[in-house]
């Protein structure tokens, strides 16, 4: 990195570094140890179980705390949110709840007068008018002030859809679920025959970051007409578009159902005060077996406004038959908001996430330059260790310092990405951080800094560092961009980890080779180090052959007469090799390529692609003789136009670091310019390519979001190619 770099990012930066007023509730954060309870963990902390559950939504009161859970512990007292409120709701209670939330939110639609009588009551003219004497008083406002009198003349509230104010949720007409494995949001309201809306309208504990569900979680759902769903045959319902003026009258003449079964589906129209003119609502139609709905039988589809047959059936390569067969209430008309089920095996133009279909969405088409998004960076730039003033001095620090190295390129491959936003009409806020790679540093910036209005944290570098700051954000539902590899025992749920993990990786080359493997011969080659790599890559392959390697303190040495004893003329030899030794590597593949004959073909792999590969010793022709293949999180950058700007801006090509902090960021920040809320463009936003990166986050319901995207790469005449699956 040349002293052009060091000046305009050094300059950048201390114009960056500000700080805010601390926040009003501080927290800490505690790793559990083996061993410890919830109840032990409070006595330490000298507070309550239910303020810890408050700010611990994952941990339940009777369960065994988990090694390694990071849990936030509160340093300011408040009061606690009830623990029994991360369950299940109590049926009862949430009714209730809904139904008085209608009554705030609904609004009259006119008014009448009443004169109020000797001995009348507010009690007695608010039931009268089936209003509550808080919307009296609203609409009167000296009843605040005086007492009700005779001959006093009463605004009294109109509410549309006559008798709606009738309809009461049952208690008795919903019944605990408990989700199976494999089901989601989707499948659940399918098998019910409700929306997506009246679902979460039932079940408020259902995290907004995310659509994950978990075996065993309780939902409330409304009960199924005389049996439970585990005892009768599945309804089928209509999805229907609530026109203007409509009223629960009309529906009865038109579908011959009840005003309170139509409800009791559809608990958002209490909620909101009433039927609304472009609510869909689901409106039962009749019984029949439509089998196991769960994800190892079917993805689903929510239809979007103005769909029509045609737009379905060519992005779904199927005939309009085909599809009502399977979604019999399509025979009354497509609505937006029916959630559609497909095969499983079916392809098309959308990607599948969480078993739910997303349409393919161009984030640069999709910007609104309202948003302005605040972002900030935390890294370890080491300003306390960098002389700026000596160029010369900086330079070798930098050079000599992995970690000042890796977070000077993320930051100026951050800053080309904020140019570009910035040229497509996105303001953004952004403040920057050196943390120093010290806990200390992180925590002193966190009091410093006001985290409820901020979009996202990019960084810390650092695993204790990180955890501080994901648990301290999470607080205020702020996402933390983590650069650094996902192999942690992080468990907050807040984390986006931009570098998929090994596992990720190792199934991503599996994926590879079984789109090509015929019958070819597989010989595993690994140091102990690397064993459970081998025991992978044997799970996955039972018929593959090992050789062991010899390693002492001088020497690296293979059986080369065992190893061409497993080799096979007959079939291609397909040889993994799991190790971060140099050494290993070129003594391995300098005896894969002798025994590389036209008799004889060999072609190298390896799980992990690190740093030994790359050494200086090892012989590029080699590789490219046994067309090595790998999977990679990052790929050469082909993009001259980010390569432009970079060297614009900072005199010089940009490195691997960079090129990913400009794919991390640009990412970022297009995905908050659509949504302004990451969590939310997380579920509409599936895969997303850059220059040298791509990104498709999947929720964990434990750890976080993680990158699954990733590459196959291949040296094939002396060069690097990506390989398309």
Same mark, same amino acid.
């Given at each position: 990195?040349?002293?052009?770099?060091?000046?305009?990012?050094?300059?950048?930066?201390?114009?960056?570094?500000?700080?805010?007023? $601390?926040?009003?509730?501080?927290?800490?954060?505690?790793?559990?140890?083996?061993?410890?309870?919830?109840?032990?963990?409070?006595?330490?902390?000298?507070?309550?179980?239910?303020?810890?559950?408050?700010?611990?939504?994952?941990?339940?009161?009777?369960?065994? !705390?988990?090694?390694?859970?990071?849990?936030?512990?509160?340093?300011?007292?408040?009061?606690?949110?009830?623990?029994?409120?991360?369950?299940?709701?109590?049926?009862?209670?949430?009714?209730?709840?809904?139904?008085?939330?209608?009554?705030?939110?609904?609004?009259?639609?006119?008014?009448?007068?009443?004169?109020?009588?000797?001995? =009348?009551?507010?009690?007695?003219?608010?039931?009268?008018?089936?209003?509550?004497?808080?919307?009296?008083?609203?609409?009167?406002?000296?009843?605040?002030?005086?007492?009700?009198?005779?001959?006093?003349?009463?605004?009294?509230?109109?509410?549309?859809?006559?008798?709606?104010?009738? $309809?009461?949720?049952?208690?008795?007409?919903?019944?605990?679920?408990?989700?199976?494995?494999?089901?989601?949001?989707?499948?659940?309201?399918?098998?019910?025959?409700?929306?997506?809306?009246?679902?979460?309208?039932?079940?408020?504990?259902?995290?907004?970051?995310?659509?994950?569900?978990?075996?065993?979680?309780?939902?409330?759902?409304?009960?199924?007409?005389? $049996?439970?769903?585990?005892?009768?045959?599945?309804?089928?319902?209509?999805?229907?578009?609530?026109?203007?003026?409509?009223?629960?009258?009309?529906?009865?003449?038109?579908?011959?159902?009840?005003? %309170?079964?139509?409800?009791?589906l559809n608990p958002e129209i209490t909620q909101r005060g009433g039927l609304e003119e472009g609510m869909v609502i689901r409106i039962p139609k009749k019984k029949?077996?439509?089998?196991?709905?769960?994800? %190892?039988?079917?993805?689903?589809?929510?239809?979007?406004?103005?769909?029509?047959?045609?737009?379905?059936?060519?992005?779904?390569?199927?005939?309009?038959? =085909?599809?009502?067969?399977?979604?019999? %209430?399509?025979?009354?008309?497509?609505?937006?908001?029916?959630?559609?089920?497909?095969?499983?095996?079916?392809?098309?133009?959308?990607?599948?996430?969480?078993?739910?279909?997303?349409?393919?969405?161009?984030?640069?088409?999709?910007?609104?330059?309202?948003?302005?998004?605040?972002?900030?960076?935390?890294?370890?730039?080491?300003?306390?260790?960098?002389?700026?003033?000596?160029?010369?001095?900086?330079?070798?620090?930098?050079?000599?310092?992995?970690?000042?190295?890796?977070?000077?390129?993320?930051?100026?491959?951050?800053?080309?990405?904020? %140019?570009?936003?910035?040229?497509?009409?996105?303001?953004?806020?952004?403040?920057?951080?050196?943390?120093?790679?010290?806990?200390?540093?992180?925590?002193?910036?966190?009091?410093?800094?006001?985290?409820?209005?901020?979009?996202?944290?990019?960084?810390?570098?650092?695993?204790?560092?990180?955890?501080?700051?994901?648990?301290?954000?999470?607080?205020?539902?702020?996402?933390?961009?983590?650069?650094?590899?996902?192999?942690?025992?992080?468990?907050?749920?807040?984390?986006? +980890?931009?570098?998929?993990?090994?596992?990720?990786?190792?199934?991503? !080359?599996?994926?590879?080779?079984?789109?090509?493997?015929?019958?070819?011969?597989?010989?595993?080659?690994?140091?102990?180090?690397?064993?459970?790599?081998?025991?992978?890559?044997?799970?996955?392959?039972?018929?593959?052959?090992?050789?062991?390697?010899?390693?002492?303190?001088?020497?690296?040495?293979?059986?080369?007469?065992?190893?061409?004893?497993?080799?096979?003329?007959?079939?291609?030899?397909?040889?993994?090799?799991?190790?971060?030794?140099?050494?290993?590597?070129?003594?391995?593949?300098?005896?894969?390529?002798?025994?590389?004959?036209?008799?004889?073909?060999?072609?190298? +792999?390896?799980?992990?692609?690190?740093?030994?590969?790359?050494?200086?010793?090892?012989?590029?022709?080699?590789?490219?003789?046994?067309?090595?293949?790998?999977?990679?999180?990052?790929?050469?950058?082909?993009?001259?136009?980010?390569?432009?700007?970079?060297?614009?801006?900072?005199?010089?090509?940009?490195?691997?670091?960079?090129?990913?902090?400009?794919?991390?960021?640009?990412?970022?920040?297009?995905?908050?310019?659509?949504?302004?809320?990451?969590?939310?463009?997380?579920?509409?936003?599936?895969?997303?390519?850059?220059?040298?990166?791509?990104?498709?986050?999947?929720?964990?319901?434990?750890?976080?979001?993680?990158?699954? $995207?990733?590459?196959?790469?291949?040296?094939?005449?002396?060069?690097?190619?990506?390989?398309?699956?």
């Open positions: 990195m040349n002293n052009t770099i060091l000046k305009c990012l050094f300059s950048g930066l201390f114009m960056l570094f500000l700080g805010f007023g $601390a926040n009003a509730q501080e927290f800490a954060t505690h790793p559990v140890k083996k061993g410890e309870t919830i109840q032990g963990i409070a006595k330490k902390y000298n507070l309550g179980i239910a303020e810890i559950l408050s700010y611990n939504k994952e941990v339940k009161a009777d369960e065994t !705390l988990k090694p390694n859970t990071i849990l936030v512990i509160p340093l300011k007292r408040e009061n606690p949110t009830n623990a029994s409120s991360a369950g299940a709701p109590d049926v009862a209670a949430l009714l209730k709840s809904i139904q008085q939330d209608s009554l705030v939110k609904r609004k009259p639609i006119g008014f009448t007068s009443h004169k109020v009588r000797k001995r =009348e009551t507010l009690y007695g003219i608010a039931k009268r008018y089936n209003v509550t004497q808080d919307e009296l008083k609203k609409y009167n406002k000296e009843l605040y002030a005086s007492q009700l009198r005779k001959k006093m003349i009463l605004r009294i509230p109109k509410y549309k859809g006559a008798g709606e104010g009738d $309809a009461i949720l049952d208690p008795n007409d919903y019944e605990k679920y408990v989700v199976a494995p494999k089901e989601t949001r989707w499948s659940i309201a399918h098998k019910y025959g409700i929306t997506i809306d009246s679902l979460v309208t039932l079940n408020p504990q259902l995290p907004k970051n995310t659509t994950y569900l978990a075996e065993g979680q309780e939902l409330l759902m409304p009960k199924m007409k005389g $049996a439970s769903i585990k005892q009768q045959d599945v309804q089928l319902y209509t999805s229907y578009t609530v026109p203007p003026k409509q009223n629960f009258y009309r529906l009865e003449q038109e579908f011959g159902v009840k005003a %309170d079964e139509i409800v009791r029949v077996d439509v089998g196991e709905i769960n994800t %190892d039988n079917y993805i689903f589809y929510e239809v979007k406004p103005k769909q029509n047959e045609f737009r379905l059936t060519r992005k779904f390569g199927m005939t309009w038959a =085909e599809l009502t067969d399977l979604n019999p %209430d399509l025979a009354q008309g497509l609505k937006a908001g029916m959630i559609l089920k497909l095969p499983k095996d079916k392809v098309g133009d959308f990607e599948v996430k969480n078993s739910l279909v997303l349409d393919k969405i161009n984030l640069l088409d999709s910007i609104n330059t309202v948003n302005r998004p605040k972002l900030i960076f935390m890294l370890p730039f080491r300003l306390d260790k960098i002389d700026v003033n000596s160029k010369s001095g900086a330079r070798k620090i930098i050079q000599r310092r992995n970690d000042v190295k890796l977070s000077l390129g993320l930051y100026t491959g951050a800053m080309v990405a904020l %140019d570009s936003i910035s040229k497509l009409g996105i303001s953004v806020d952004v403040k920057t951080y050196d943390n120093q790679l010290d806990i200390n540093k992180t925590r002193e910036i966190l009091r410093k800094e006001r985290l409820n209005d901020v979009s996202a944290i990019v960084g810390p570098l650092d695993a204790e560092s990180l955890k501080e700051v994901a648990v301290q954000a999470a607080s205020f539902e702020v996402p933390v961009m983590a650069p650094i590899t996902s192999d942690s025992d992080i468990s907050l749920k807040n984390v986006y +980890f931009s570098i998929p993990t090994d596992v990720k990786l190792r199934e991503r !080359l599996f994926s590879y080779i079984d789109s090509t493997r015929v019958d070819q011969n597989i010989i595993i080659v690994s140091d102990d180090k690397h064993k459970p790599a081998q025991e992978a890559i044997m799970g996955k392959y039972p018929d593959a052959k090992t050789i062991a390697i010899k390693q002492d303190e001088k020497n690296i040495s293979m059986n080369i007469n065992r190893f061409t004893a497993l080799l096979t003329k007959n079939k291609e030899n397909w040889v993994f090799l799991e190790t971060d030794n140099f050494k290993m590597v070129s003594s391995v593949i300098s005896i894969l390529n002798s025994n590389n004959t036209d008799d004889t073909k060999i072609r190298l +792999f390896t799980t992990d692609k690190n740093k030994a590969f790359d050494n200086e010793v090892i012989s590029l022709s080699h590789l490219s003789n046994l067309q090595f293949t790998y999977p990679s999180v990052y790929k050469e950058t082909v993009n001259d136009s980010f390569k432009r700007a970079y060297r614009n801006k900072f005199g010089s090509d940009p490195d691997k670091y960079a090129t990913r902090g400009f794919d991390m960021t640009f990412d970022l920040l297009l995905k908050l310019a659509y949504k302004n809320n990451l969590y939310q463009a997380s579920k509409i936003v599936g895969l997303t390519e850059y220059t040298g990166n791509k990104f498709n986050y999947a929720k964990d319901y434990s750890s976080g979001f993680f990158n699954t $995207a990733s590459y196959i790469m291949m040296y094939d005449a002396m060069r690097i190619k990506e390989v398309k699956l």
